[in-house]
């Protein structure tokens, strides 16, 4: 069934969703449920959910192969990569409406999903008993590989990856992927395992992009490695830090301007060319919305924003 945000929700990351109910969820009134929450790739955002139902966990509904849960499926607006907050609305309305087991919610992902999922689970870390990136990264790689950036130096990113080390991880990526380069899932996989997790992986030899085909509807092992997990959650703990209001203020690079403003505890970044970003605290200076920013005091410089893949703009 298509449904979407009410009007009084947080609306402005995307508002339409997808929940496909499973076979016996009205006989038995009682019973909680598990939670699949899906997110799709670039290629199936838009105005249009039909497009949802075209790939990974959202073909599986229409095949009739879905798994024993209430599977829910997002989709964001075309231009606008994965916000947490928007998979934070989405999930407190569907927890609303139906039984939902709180301690067996679960996320994955494919492509942007990948890198989505990541970034929801930064953002809330004690939301999901388990999360499955498919062909993603972390947060700003895809933008840094496509300017031909380096990466962010994985011991910069360590102290944001260990908000999820208690969390189960499976990562799968294919060996010959020619758009979401698989040194992208590997450097997750590293940083996850300096912190102290030890995430499942399947590296897929002579696949390209399509590791999600594989995952999803073939491997006989991921849906009972995603079910199995279970985690006490209570909305009310808190997931981020509070926000110096000292951080306020115009910072500059060559061409781009940005103005940070805190409001409720979180940062309101607007750019140069009018785009404005909503950004949750994490730890260390580091907020994310689609991708990670960093705002801290150089050494010699003032303060500072980085924004791996885009640049550092220096405050003044």
């Known amino acids: 069934m298509a449904a979407e945000l009410p009007p009084d929700a947080d609306r402005r990351f995307g508002r339409g969703y997808l929940v496909a109910l499973p076979v016996g969820y009205h006989a038995d009134v009682a019973r909680q449920w598990p939670l699949v929450l899906f997110l799709h790739g670039r290629g199936e955002w838009g105005e249009d959910l039909a497009l949802v139902r075209s790939q990974g966990i959202g073909a599986l509904v229409d095949a009739a192969r879905m798994p024993e849960a209430i599977v829910v499926a997002p989709q964001t607006p075309e231009g606008q990569y994965w916000h947490p907050l928007f998979v934070d609305a989405v999930l407190r309305k569907v927890e609303d409406a139906f039984r939902i087991d709180p301690t067996r919610r679960y996320l ?11 970034a929801t689970a ?22 840094a590989a496509e300017r031909g950036v380096a990466f962010c130096d994985e011991d910069i990113l360590q102290p944001v990856v260990s908000r999820i080390r208690h969390l189960p991880v499976f990562i799968a990526h294919g060996e010959d992927d020619p758009l979401v380069p698989v040194e992208m899932s590997r450097r997750v996989v590293r940083l996850l395992e300096a912190s102290g997790n030890t995430p499942e992986q399947r590296w897929l030899d002579g696949v390209g992009h399509d590791a999600w085909t594989p995952i999803y509807f073939d491997e006989p092992a991921f849906f009972p490695w995603l079910m199995r997990h279970q985690r006490s959650v209570n909305f009310s703990e808190p997931e981020c830090h509070a926000v110096d209001t000292r951080l306020a203020g115009t910072y500059t690079m060559v061409g781009a301007r940005a103005e ?51 640049g550092r703009f220096r405050r003044g």
Not at 108 to 118: D, E, K, N, Q
């Open 108 to 118: 994955t992902g494919l492509s942007m999903g990948g890198f989505g999922t990541l």
């Open 122 to 143: 930064l953002a809330f870390p004690n939301r999901f008993a388990a999360i499955a990136p498919i062909c993603g990264g972390m947060p700003n790689d895809f933008v």
């Open 260 to 310: 940070v403003s805190v409001v409720d505890g979180d940062v309101l970044l607007n750019w140069s060319n009018g785009r404005c970003d909503t950004l949750l605290p994490l730890d260390d200076g580091w907020f994310i919305g689609p991708g990670l920013v960093r705002i801290h005091c150089g050494p010699t410089n003032g303060m500072l924003l980085d924004i791996p893949g885009v």
